[in-house]
């Protein structure tokens, strides 16, 4: 996780997953769903970008 620092409030969570099937298992895991339920009130926004690596 990092913080930006000209606004301090906006976080940047950034990981790497083997595959879309993998991110996907998490998404639905259990603990996944507890978290993003004790911080939907807290967020303003949620952007999520998926990425290919490329090298």
């Keep these: 996780m990092s913080q930006y620092n000209e606004t301090p409030?906006?976080?940047l969570f950034y990981e790497n997953w083997k595959n879309l099937?993998?991110?996907d298992q998490?998404?639905?895991s259990a603990?996944?769903?507890?978290y993003a339920a004790a911080v939907e009130d807290l967020l303003i926004e949620k952007i999520v970008q998926k990425?290919?690596?490329i090298s």
């Design 9 to 11: 409030e906006m976080f």
């Design 26 to 28: 998490h998404l639905a």
């Design 21 to 23: 099937f993998c991110l």
């Design 51 to 53: 990425m290919t690596e």
């Design 31 to 34: 603990h996944f769903q507890t």
